[in-house]
């Protein structure tokens, strides 16, 4: 071996010489084929590889979009009605493309979830964590802008509906308007730029994504049981075991997609955006895409403008501090038996602000929408931080191989006595 | 000497003399000019974003959008016009003699934005706005005779629910501040010019 060169195992004599001038099947031989991983996920870890086969979808028809896309306030609805009608398979690319946002914003929330239910957010993987709210915010931001560039009438009236968000900044306000808009209004200049924007920040959410995965392979992945693997008898090499059981769930999740793309490729969208942008009328009800409307509501729930857009903005920079505000030392809510029902109250809130932000701001969606907003918040800040000092937790098993492998301690009476009609 | 240098930190350079503050400052050569270089990056960066910032402000030809005429004749009492202006609407309402008396009657401490209807006219008649709800940006209803005015008889913003009077001031609602007024003369008795 010349000095210099990396000490490569692969017998493959071409494998092996790239391998040992740059090691990249040894780093992914290592970090996906023998990565030593929790034996007891279960499909709630589907995830965050179900996000990543996203984004390249997102990617890729993106990329084959903005090759008959124009973007220019006079051509960009008739090019994307071109695309539906025109272009070959175009329909199969947009609607790919535009109901994939919607599968993409279901598999965050639930992969967030789950790392709400589990305590992955606590030490040591707030940064992980926190590298996760980056790409939230990131995928937020670039759906917004995507939205916008079929200039339907949803796209222009959602535009200027969040980009004048800002002006209720104190004194820079309007001038920090303006410079979005590249105008005085919502025009030419603000779809250029969302355009170029829209392009750019997915590639900015890979880099971020590999930041997360790179944080991930350094403290190894949490579990079920929330408690760490105690040596090889707990984890298992992630390839077979962990490459087969996401397959399985990425195929549950193709069929999923399908179904919306050739069933219900509008079924998640607004019927108004197929009304080219008219930035003299305003739809008498302008609602955002479904993803986007437990914070719209809670937005709306606040009479006073900076008020809502501080307490919009607030929903999701909490969970930044999240692993601080949560001081229990348990991770996973199998053992926490108060903060498990606060957090599933808490599930129940967000989709109770997601009903009321497609609601008209009338009574009793208003008042609503207000007590569900005050509890996403008590969540947070008042109930985790006062379990944290008072909620007595359950007995954490002493090893995760233990109930798993049935290795002795004790087991479930039930698993003891009919062993057989188990398996 | 080199002991002297190792209790400081700093990495010994050979034939460099002590990079020790003769001061005694705690501060070192090599400090000084770590934080000359970060302050020249820090400022340089800065300097550099200016343009890139700056190019995504209105460019020459949007700013130099020309002002607008409007020819007032055809507009009849109790009725509405919207013209576009710089890219927004603008609404042309001439006003009732009622809707003026309402206007002028209620009063200042009724307003959560207040202005004296005087303030935001130049001609009693004549209402001329930015037909821009102070809130979000949506485009509030009213001018239509179908139009819902809501509760106040000027204009309503479906968007958040914003109730503004007959003088566009905000009554009711999320909206902070009363519809503005833009710049606008009378060039003549049935015209005027906007911007
Ligand atoms: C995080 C990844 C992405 C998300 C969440 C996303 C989201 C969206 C959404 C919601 C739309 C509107 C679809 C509609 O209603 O018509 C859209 C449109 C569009 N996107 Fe993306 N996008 C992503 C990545 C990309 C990339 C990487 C490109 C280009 C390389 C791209 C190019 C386009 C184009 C050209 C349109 C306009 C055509 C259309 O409206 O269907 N997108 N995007
Ligand atoms: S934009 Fe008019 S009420 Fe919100």
Redesign the interface.
């Given at each position: 071996m010349a000095i210099g060169l990396h000490e490569s195992e692969f017998k493959n004599p071409v494998i092996r010489w790239v391998d040992a001038r740059l090691p990249v099947f040894t780093m992914m031989q290592k970090e996906y084929g023998t990565f030593p991983t929790p034996r007891n996920f279960n499909y709630f870890w589907n995830f965050g590889g179900l996000a990543l086969v996203n984004l390249v979808i997102m990617i890729a028809t993106g990329i084959f979009l903005a090759m008959n896309y124009t973007a220019h306030v006079n051509f960009a609805f008739d090019s994307v009605e071109r695309i539906m009608r025109d272009v070959n398979y175009g329909w199969l690319l947009r609607y790919v493309h535009a109901n994939g946002a919607s599968m993409f914003f279901i598999v965050i929330y639930i992969h967030i979830w789950r790392a709400l239910y589990y305590g992955s957010y606590k030490a040591p993987r707030e940064l992980l964590f926190m590298l996760g709210v980056v790409i939230f915010l990131l995928m937020m931001a670039t759906a917004f802008l995507g939205y916008v560039l079929p200039w339907g009438q949803m796209s222009f009236?959602g535009a200027?509906?969040?980009?004048?968000?800002f002006?209720a900044i104190p004194l820079v306000g309007e001038s920090i308007v303006?410079?979005?808009?590249?105008?005085?209004?919502v025009?030419n200049?603000t779809l250029n730029?969302f355009y170029s924007l829209h392009y750019l920040l997915p590639f900015v959410t890979f880099g971020v994504v590999f930041l997360h995965i790179a944080a991930l392979h350094i403290t190894g992945s949490n579990n079920p049981l929330g408690i760490d693997p105690k040596g090889p008898q707990d984890t298992l090499p992630f390839h077979p075991y962990y490459t087969a059981k996401d397959s399985v769930g990425l195929i549950v999740y193709f069929i999923v997609f399908a179904a919306l793309v050739f069933f219900a490729p509008n079924l998640l969208g607004h019927p108004d955006n197929y009304t080219p942008a008219n930035?003299?009328?305003?739809p008498?009800?302008?609602v955002p895409e479904w993803y986007f409307l437990p914070f719209y509501a809670i937005l709306?729930a606040v009479?006073?403008?900076l008020g809502?857009v501080i307490l919009m903005g607030g929903s999701i920079m909490i969970l930044f501090i999240l692993p601080w505000l949560d001081t229990s030392p348990i991770r996973s809510m199998r053992f926490r038996p108060l903060a498990r029902i606060a957090l599933l109250v808490w599930l129940v809130s967000f989709f109770v602000l997601m009903y009321c932000g497609a609601k008209?701001?009338?009574e009793p969606w208003v008042l609503i929408a207000r007590l569900a907003t005050l509890y996403y918040f008590a969540y947070f800040l008042v109930i985790l931080p006062a379990l944290g000092a008072k909620e007595r937790g359950l007995p954490l098993p002493a090893s995760i191989s233990m109930p798993v492998l049935r290795g002795g301690g004790p087991l479930p009476a039930g698993a003891m006595a009919k062993p057989m009609e188990k398996a | 000497m080199a002991d002297t240098l190792a209790q400081h930190g700093a990495p010994q350079v050979p034939g460099h003399g002590p990079a020790v503050d003769p001061g005694g400052e705690g501060g070192t050569r090599r400090d000084f000019l770590y934080l000359t270089t970060a302050a020249f990056t820090v400022v340089g960066v800065g300097a550099l974003a200016v343009p890139f910032?700056a190019s995504?402000?209105?460019?020459r030809d949007?700013l130099a959008l020309a002002s607008t005429e409007v020819d007032l004749s055809p507009i009849a009492v109790g009725s509405a016009v919207?013209i576009?202006w710089?890219?927004?609407?603008v609404f042309v309402r001439r006003r009732t003699a009622e809707e003026v008396q309402a206007a002028r009657q209620t009063p200042l401490s009724e307003l959560p934005d207040p202005a004296p209807d005087q303030s935001r006219v130049k001609k009693d008649e004549w209402l001329v706005l930015l037909?821009?709800c102070t809130?979000?940006?949506?485009?509030?209803?009213g001018q239509k005779p179908s139009d819902s005015r809501g509760e106040f008889g000027g204009w309503f913003?479906?968007?958040?629910?914003s109730h503004y009077d007959t003088s566009g001031r905000i009554r009711k609602g999320?909206?902070?501040a009363n519809l503005a007024v833009p710049d606008y003369v009378f060039t003549s008795d049935t015209q005027i010019r906007i911007g």
């Open positions: 009236w200027t509906v969040i980009t004048n968000l002006s303006t410079w979005l808009w590249g105008g005085f209004s025009d200049p730029r930035p003299l009328v305003t008498p009800h302008i709306r009479p006073d403008k809502g008209p701001p009338e | 910032i995504m402000n209105p460019s949007v919207t576009v710089r890219g927004k609407p037909g821009v809130h979000l940006g949506c485009v509030p209803l913003c479906p968007c958040h629910g999320p909206a902070p």
